[in-house]
């Protein structure tokens, strides 16, 4: 996932978005837990997508204050 295409998104799509990469997250770290994660490295592309999610929902905010 690009910073490009999550531009692209509204702020309805990121917020939905955020709430599937955050279950994603909670179900790696159960599997983690109970030794069942295969893709360890997964956890990590989940996390970086979801601060991809929020800083992009952040720069859409401020844009939108600054125009009111």
Do not use: H, Y
């Amino acid at each position: 996932m690009n910073a490009s295409e999550l531009r692209d998104k509204t702020p309805d799509e990121l917020r939905t978005q955020l709430v599937d990469l955050k279950k994603e997250a909670f179900n790696l770290r159960f599997q983690q837990a109970t030794g069942q994660l295969e893709n360890t490295a997964r956890m990590r592309q989940v996390k970086r997508d979801v601060a991809r999610v929020k800083t992009i929902l952040n720069e859409k905010a401020a844009a939108a204050a600054a125009e009111a």
